[in-house]
């Protein structure tokens, strides 16, 4: 599957990070999925996550992949969300030496590269300090 069109399939995930909530058990999907992985109901309703939370672990990326290496170093977190979800991404706006488990955190979206020297710009979730 091509960049762009994966891309715009997965907008309302990552622009509103909508997630499904099984109406069974609770259990909050995200990504959203049709089945719930812990009770296998099809009853899922659609929601939208907080964006708020706290880190879990994180790391700093000093030999980063070709496509991010204008941007070495930087953080990258895992955190997990009021709703019990974790995300992992880029953590910005905190210089390291404050980084640490259990900072309060919030959802942004920011660009996160371009494809080409005229491709499509990607947007993605980067955590913030709240």
């Known amino acids: 599957m091509s960049l762009p ?5 997965e907008i309302p995930q990552r622009y509103r990070l909508e997630a499904y909530k099984c109406q069974n058990c609770g259990a909050v999907h995200f990504p959203p999925r ?9 009853k899922m309703e659609k929601i939208r996550l907080s964006g708020r939370g706290q880190i879990v672990s994180f790391t700093i990326i000093r030999v980063p992949p070709h496509q991010f290496e204008d ?11 009021e709703e019990g979800i974790k ?9 390291f030496e404050e980084l640490k488990t259990g900072m309060k955190v919030k959802v942004e979206f920011r660009k996160v590269f371009q494809q080409g020297e005229s491709g499509i710009l990607c947007y993605g979730y980067k ?3 709240e």
């Not at 069109?5 to 399939?9: H, M, T």
């Not at 941007?71 to 969300?81: D, F, H, K, M, N």
């Not at 995300?87 to 210089?95: E, F, N, Y």
Request: proline share 8%; charged share 15%; aromatic share 10%.
């Open 71 to 81: 941007q070495a170093p930087y953080a990258v977190g895992l955190a997990e969300l």
């Open 127 to 129: 955590f913030v300090p």
């Open 34 to 42: 049709l089945v719930c992985s812990k009770c296998q109901s099809r």
């Open 5 to 9: 069109s994966r891309y715009w399939r």
């Open 87 to 95: 995300l992992t991404a880029q953590i910005v706006d905190c210089p």
